[in-house]
């Protein structure tokens, strides 16, 4: 098993509705919990951390941690076409800081 | 300067050369990562440094690959006899190193094995 899995997609989603982005790990020792979003030819950006359980908002995106079930998803609201963009979910080791990628959800805003 | 630098920004190199990778990360940052991304893939770990201590090689795929950061700061990554399948794009990333704190990315070495 992966340890960090998500759906390559790509995930096509109408402009203003909302776009579910999700990952599972492996790892329950696992404590910091990342959403990078990487453009074509581009390097990664961050765009949401996460520690505790439950959901964390800022501005359009939302994100939620569930431990118990190794379960974190990214939701973006009024999806815009400038959304369009691989998102990546990061997690780091629960032994030491080594941060792991899954291999990221393309997501397509559609005009 | 403000963020990570990477250099050189593209490199060819044919099969058997050795070749040598440079991230300068940002000031203060304790933590640095290498990683390796192929086409249409999430980044693969390959190693990490906390100042110049070598914590995690796990992800290095062969005895060719060698990483460095002598004094805590600047990482050479270096390939030796290179391979088509080292044909990839290669991120360095930095952080505090404090617990938790999240990975800023360089804008990466693509490095092409002809």
């Not at chain 1, 569930?66 to 997690?91: E, F, G, H, W």
Request: with cysteine; proline share 5%; net charge neutral.
């Amino acid at each position: 098993q992966k340890e960090v899995e998500q759906n390559s997609g790509p995930l096509s989603v109408p402009e203003g509705a909302i776009a579910s982005l999700n990952c599972t790990y492996s790892d329950r020792g696992s404590q910091s919990f990342f959403w990078y979003r990487q453009y074509s030819g581009k390097s990664p950006e961050l765009i949401m951390s996460i520690y505790s359980n439950g959901d964390k908002e800022d501005g359009r995106f939302t994100a939620q941690l569930n431990k118990a079930s190794q379960y974190v998803s990214l939701l973006i609201r009024d999806s815009q076409p400038s959304d369009s963009a691989t998102y990546l979910c990061a997690v780091n080791s629960g032994r030491d800081d080594k941060i792991i990628f899954g291999k990221g959800t393309r997501l397509h805003i559609l005009p | 300067g403000a963020g990570v630098s990477q250099s050189p920004r593209y490199k060819v190199a044919k099969r058997g050369q050795d070749v040598a990778l440079r991230c300068d990360p940002i000031s203060g940052h304790v933590s640095l990562f290498w990683y390796q991304q192929a086409l249409g893939q999430g980044p693969e770990f390959l190693t990490y440094f906390q100042n110049e201590a070598q914590l995690d090689k796990s992800g290095l795929p062969s005895d060719r690959f060698f990483a460095e950061r002598p004094e805590g700061s600047v990482s050479t990554l270096k390939i030796q006899r290179t391979q088509q399948e080292d044909s990839a794009v290669y991120l360095c990333a930095s952080s505090f190193g404090l617990d938790g704190s999240p990975l800023h990315f360089g804008n990466g070495t693509r490095l092409t094995v002809t």
